[in-house]
């Protein structure tokens, strides 16, 4: 279980419940003390995150020789102090701390720290030799940085501010201007959550399918919204099911489709998103035969903005890895879409047969 989890280093008798909750509500976590880390041998982990006083120098040294003796040296190590001291962030620099981050602590920014020192340390999507310069990565950042404060929003009610998200989605737009949609699937897919992955995966593709149709700056940030938002209502449903690892069972299933309604409730709650992103918070599972959820609308009661996230929303599922399942290239995906007759917009599902073919990759 190693490969995919954090190691929570701290110096109390247990890991302080600030730092643990926040982490076990997106990770897997093993906490262990200080001194227990020399007996950890031959295991890897995402990253290591380091809860401990290094303010006075027998602290230092007693987690500086902890640190030299832990088998797996070149693990990213992200550090949280108790206040902002000048000294502290020194000393952590000093036995090398990635990152640094104080209390009070802010989900946002630890999850945004978090996920940017795992992705870095998969060195993949700053690898050059795969094509895809560093500063190509900030849009994939900045849709991280976006989905955890939709999420937070979702939760908490804490303002999410429209400059916010469009600054997000302009900075979404202009990675996929500039970077292939292959590229963009490939760097999606580092990411360790899945209910990440998706819906950055949703935005890249219908980002790239309103491009295909010839959409202008402000079309195209209202799909990149519409992408950003359209699954909000996950963040009602219980994070072990959105990241269960197996098949949903029948009542699994049944919980999951509250996302659609709650979705549409978290926007048209809190105000200020326009009709069409409640829209499709709430409709992205109809189908024009009427046979999808949650109300089973048809026809012409979905509007084409729908239609094209349904689209981008059916093929990225597809796509998209599974334990149980293995992923679909994007032609499989596309012909099982072609074969939907009579729930997807035929015209659409033409029209997107350039993107499937755009955003396939092997990797
Ligand atoms: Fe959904
Ligand atoms: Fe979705």
Redesign the pocket.
């Known amino acids: 279980m190693s490969g995919d989890s954090i190691l929570l280093v701290h110096d109390g008798v247990a890991p302080r419940p600030d730092i643990l909750g926040f982490l076990l509500n997106r990770y897997k976590v093993l906490p262990r003390r200080v001194r227990d880390l020399v007996g950890i041998r031959n295991e890897n982990y995402l990253l290591m995150v380091v809860d401990c006083r290094i303010g006075r120098t027998s602290d230092l040294r007693e987690l500086t020789e902890a640190l030299k003796a832990f088998a797996q040296k070149s693990i990213r190590k992200l550090f949280i102090s108790d206040g902002p001291d000048r000294g502290t962030t020194l000393s952590a620099e000093a036995i090398g701390a990635a990152a640094h981050l104080h209390r009070p602590l802010e989900a946002s920014s630890l999850y945004f720290s978090v996920d940017q020192l795992i992705l870095a340390g998969m060195g993949r999507p700053v690898d050059p030799a795969r094509g895809l310069p560093a500063q190509k990565a900030r849009g994939l950042y900045a849709g991280i940085d976006i989905t955890e404060r939709i999420l937070q929003f979702a939760i908490t009610g804490q303002k999410l501010s429209q400059d916010e998200l469009y600054s997000a989605g302009d900075a979404l737009i202009e990675t996929m201007t500039e970077t292939s949609l292959a590229d963009w699937v490939r760097l999606v897919k580092l990411h360790h959550s899945r209910t990440y992955r998706h819906s950055l995966l949703v935005t890249g593709i219908v980002v790239g399918f309103g491009m295909h149709l010839g959409f202008g700056h402000s079309d195209l940030r209202r799909v990149a919204l519409a992408g950003l938002l ?2 909000i209502g996950k963040a009602c449903i219980p994070v072990d099911l959105l990241e269960k690892p197996d098949q949903l069972t029948p009542d699994e299933h049944i919980i999951m489709k509250r ?2 309604a709650a979705g549409r409730e978290i926007l048209r709650k809190h105000g200020g998103f326009s009709p069409d992103l409640v829209d499709a918070a709430g409709q ?2 109809e189908f024009l035969d009427g046979s999808g959820y949650p109300d089973g609308l048809m026809g012409s009661s979905i509007s084409d903005f729908v239609r094209l996230v349904t689209i981008a ?1 059916i093929f990225s599922a597809l796509i998209e890895e599974r334990s149980y399942k293995s992923q679909l290239s994007a032609l499989d995906a596309y012909a099982i879409m072609q074969g939907m007759k009579g729930q997807l917009d035929p015209a659409l599902v033409s029209a997107f047969a350039h993107v499937a073919q755009q955003s396939s990759f092997v990797g």
Request: no cysteine.
């Open positions: 359209h699954d996302h659609a992205h599972h929303d």
